[in-house]
């Protein structure tokens, strides 16, 4: 990698007087399992990092009845999965961080690195950058596209946000708390990622001169929950598609339904369609099945990935029947 | 009894040959005081790094080295190919630079300029029109058996036609490639390389160095390898970083670290050809193969890559092959265990499978039915390795005709394939030697790739001298031992066992000589037995091996024991069969293997637990193959996708399933001495799980690997779904 400058600072203040105004100049180091390999590759080179692991009060995870989840950004996934309370109230967010696999990657990896990591499309990951770009032309719709978007992929973006954890997030209300140089700000994950558009932008709301400090969950209040996966290997891999499912019931019958889908587009993709295919309906196979091909109706696959769709169906379907029975 | 001196003893006087027996270097590696090559550190290393080309086909047009020469810090920049020199394939090696540290040598290399003319380059190959379109194809071999024509027109058989493929794949060497080298002085050499061919590598990196202008004499090189991360076939050779190190040393005066970054190790250190078929094949009613046709094509680089033997190990009187090599411009092919055979298993038992389906034969009964169609001396032993997998994977329970019926979208499917390797013992020369004070030393210059060779010669000699394992100290892994075989093809074990059991009987023979007359017996007389040397037939007539030894007074025993040699110690020609298990999800395509079941013969077995290691890691390394893995080519930019171990994937603990393992051994096969083993196992698994795909939904999956959107593809095209 490049040389760079490394700064450690105590406090958030003092972090974001490190940060510039120019994405790339400045990298944020949290767990390091995304960045460092990203600068190795020279996918990133940044001419300063700086480290918030000296930064008190980030690793603290609090829950409850009144405010529910809070996490700090730098919650380790294993942390995550080792806290009883958090995996009570949400047992499809522990699902999901379970899918996270690889022992190094959930110890030193962080809540806040896991929603911040970059795609892993591997036009962008052999130097491509961010839009696959290759004499004026993206590479993903003629090339080898198996494991692009599936939704929202009208260009010039077709790589997927890789966030396990973001789509359950989403779907359970969750928010980014965010510090920046004219003090905090809050974003509801669901407007907290954007498709970029041209290759100097991210795939998030962040500014290059904000920090992202803390995950706040509301109460669940009840919800049934799971996410499901379909994966290629059981062992370290990110996934083909996932869907998380929050569901509210009352009498048997769904009162309100959040379904979004990750892995399926350069966004969390919330599907308000399933959503819609299942309130006001008690839960069956064939209405769960519905739900899953509403969610994908819209679905615009490229060569290669028209398979992705089948499977998010797939995954939607499963993620509801497995919500429904407590499975999560 | 034995007839031959050097016989390996008869199976009720083995006290090792044939146990399970832990490998002698595990404490070694598993605690990290193993040193690998990658661990070699020496006075003033310098770390070198490769500036590849980053086009699949183009023309070297300048190269400016000066802004990395000018960099503090960089010892010696190297062109390897300069101007005017054509570039086959995207990693291929332009030019070298050695500097004091890792982040120098980087950097120098990314300063280098070199401008290219881009040619047109193809890198795809599975659309075989394409690749004739393109005029990348060229005949590699054809031929025919009998009448193949007449006989798929007879009306009394049943023909089965289908596609079948097995995409490039790579080694993936844990460890990458590469080497250290230091010039011990103006004219002495000595490399400390990942190799498996200790004693062969300082005569090719001589050559290779006189080529470029370098003058040295091949006696004046030394390679050392005591432990290497995985090899597979792929370093059998040096490639030029073998020789590219060795300059930059001269230039530098200083030793040089040169290991390929994972990136290059994937794209040029190591890819298997490929081969896809359409295949017809005929049978007779009752199951009898009748006829065999196929025509098939790969490639394995701009190169030849060889073919894969069609139809594999089952001959039907009628038959038809022809095979095209299709030139694309990837790195190009190593031997990859078992060179050819995989992929002619694949596509073989494939379509045997799709025609015994066809004919509503159970795979097992029809493999059965044609055993005589394999060579004479494998017939027997494949009907009893298929009796014998099948009874282990509960064959007759679980097995059901094509297409799981039970409601559900878990489909279970049962597969099997078989295969064959030569595996005749390499030439080997070790010294086995016996010192006054009871001390037993045995050296060659052989290596041990992770297969246990250091524990086989370990036993080998042990064995002989009815001492424990501990008891003998094994030297190898450095080209100054005496010379012994590159491990490739299976060939090791047979050779170093056979070498060091001459040289140990010879040496126990000279041991003998010198103890017999204080027993007062003569030399014939005596045997080594747990410990003792004593006189057949009156155990109170005896020594300790220790006392023994003493006897030698000042004298040190030193013999050379020698393979090829007398006595029937080693032979050729394995047999194989594998069963698969699996359960396919017919919504997502998912695979998974529940269990793989292996019935392997390799004739004598020195040390069942190490061959049975060897099984398994073949198991694991054919899942891998089978289920994840493929050298991913983008057309447009001619470069490989995947160089890395994400998305070069390989299986996890938790994608294995059950492994079981069964070595044939007793009469029959340990009469017929040792034989390889490192190639056959891997050979099956691609076949047996493609089967036991079928087997589940009903439909061939007919390219590896067995990813979602491909069983998907297939199930839209039939099966169950």
Redesign the interface.
Known sequence: MEAFEYASPHTTESALKLLGGRWGETEILAGGTDLISAMKDRVTTPKRVVNLKKIKGLKRIEYSAHSGLRMGALVTIQDLLDNKVAREHYPALAQAADGIRGEQMRHMGTVGGELLQRPRCWYFRNGYGLLAQYQGKSLVPDGQNRYHAILGNSGPAYFVNASSLAPILIALGGKARLHGPEGEREVELRKFYTTPMKEEDREYVLKPNEILTEILVPPDKGGKMAVYEVREKTALDWPLVAASVVLHLSGGTVRSARVVLGHVAPVPWPVPEAGQALEGKAVTEEIADQAGKAAVSKATPLSQNGYKVRLAHIAVKRAILSAVKGEA | MATCKYDWPEAGGRELVGKRIDRIDGPEKASGRAKYTYDTHRPGLLIAKLLTCPYAHAKIKSIDISPAQSLPGVKAVLVIQDAGSEIQWAGDEIVAVAAVNE?IAE?ARRRIKVEYEQLPHLVREEDLERAQANGRTKPAGEETVGDPNKAFQDPDVVISKGFYGIPVITHCCLEAHGNVAEWTDAKTLKTWSSTQNVSGLPGQIGAGLRRQKVNVDDSNIETVCQYIGGGFGSKVFSRPWGIVAAQLAKMAGKPVKLMLDRDAELEIAGARPSAFAKISVAAKKDGTLAAWDSESWGTGGVGPAGHPPLPYVLQPPNTHWKHTMVAANIGPSRAWRAPNHPQGCLLTMGALDDLAAKLEMDPVEFLMKNVHLAPKLLTKIYSEELQKAAELAEWKKNWHPRGDKTPGHTKRGMGVSLHTWGGRGHTSTCNVIVRPDGSVTVRLGSQDLGTGTRTVIAISVAETFGLPVEAVKVEIGDSKYPPDGASGGSTTVGGVSASTRRGAVDALGELFAAVAPSLGVPPDQLEAHLGLIRVKGDASKSLTWKQACSKLGVKTIQTTGRNPGPCHLNDSGVGGVQIADVSVDT????VKVNRMVAAQDCGLIIDLKTAESQVYGALIMGICYS??EEK?M????G?M??P?M??Y?L?????IGELVVHMMTGPGYDERGVIGLGEPPVISPGAAISNAVANAIGVRVPTLPL???RV??ALDKGGLA
């Open positions: 982040d950097d919504e997502t395509g998912q289920l994840f991913i983008d057309e447009t930019l470069q996708l995947n890395n994400e998305f994937k299986a996890g603990i938790g994608d990813t979602p959107d998907l593809a």
